[in-house]
């Protein structure tokens, strides 16, 4: 079952799939065949209650996707801070250490250099995995499909209620 259609967003809502599909009036909802028997006003208004159902429903799905992404790119912006520690920590302790030990076998100057590109090489390894985690982060893929549903059903019904109007002039 495709999570972005209107059947998974009926039981997104609460609504089994038999609900979603009869759309029963007690839920506000009619069957579009049936508003030649209903005058203009009435379709407006009904339309304009199943648009208002639709946008609560697709705000509340936005905000859950939201939720979800946001909590994706707190993990990476943690492990991005997590990996900025390891590497200022690691260079404190290991430039002192280590340019000292190298001092014993070669010049000073060339154990400093030597400590500095493996204390900055670490520290990009760790800022590359982060920045990968970063970019799994996306736009609420399925709140953008179910929009454009919704507006296909909009235009869909606009256009039955003009064409039951024009009809009844």
Same mark, same amino acid.
């Given at each position: 079952?495709?999570?972005?259609?209107?059947? #998974?967003?009926?039981?997104? $809502?609460?609504?089994? %799939?038999?609900?979603?599909?009869?759309?029963? =009036?007690?839920? +506000?909802?009619?069957? /579009?065949?049936?508003? +030649?028997?209903?005058?203009?006003?009435?379709?407006?208004?009904?339309?304009?209650?199943?648009?208002?159902?639709?946008?609560? #429903?697709? *705000?509340?799905?936005?905000? /859950?996707? $939201?939720?979800?992404? !946001? @909590?994706?790119? #707190?993990?990476?912006? +943690?492990?991005?801070? &997590?990996?900025?520690?390891?590497? *200022?920590?690691? #260079?404190? &302790?290991?430039?002192? *250490?280590?340019?000292?030990?190298? &001092?014993?076998?070669?010049?000073?100057?060339?154990? %400093?250099?030597?400590? /500095?590109?493996?204390?900055?090489?670490?520290?990009?390894?760790? !800022?590359?995995? &982060?920045?990968?985690?970063?970019?799994?982060?996306?736009?609420?893929? @399925?709140?953008?499909? /179910?929009?454009?549903?919704?507006? =296909?059903?909009?235009?869909?019904?606009?256009?039955? !209620? @003009?064409?039951?109007?024009?009809?009844?002039?």
């Amino acid at each position: 079952m495709d999570p972005s259609s209107s059947r #998974a967003r009926g039981q997104y $809502m609460g609504l089994d %799939a038999d609900d979603v599909r009869a759309r029963p =009036q007690s839920d +506000g909802f009619r069957d /579009t065949d049936s508003l +030649g028997e209903q005058s203009l006003g009435e379709i407006v208004s009904e339309f304009l209650e199943q648009g208002r159902h639709l946008l609560r #429903a697709e *705000f509340t799905l936005a905000r /859950t996707e $939201m939720r979800s992404e !946001a @909590k994706k790119a #707190a993990a990476g912006g +943690g492990m991005l801070a &997590a990996g900025g520690v390891v590497l *200022f920590l690691g #260079a404190m &302790a290991l430039v002192a *250490f280590l340019v000292i030990a190298l &001092a014993q076998v070669m010049p000073l100057w060339a154990s %400093a250099l030597l400590v /500095t590109v493996l204390l900055i090489a670490a520290g990009a390894g760790i !800022a590359a995995v &982060a920045a990968k985690r970063l970019k799994a982060v996306h736009a609420p893929r @399925k709140t953008i499909q /179910t929009l454009k549903e919704d507006s =296909q059903w909009a235009s869909t019904t606009m256009r039955s !209620a @003009k064409s039951q109007m024009h009809g009844h002039a």
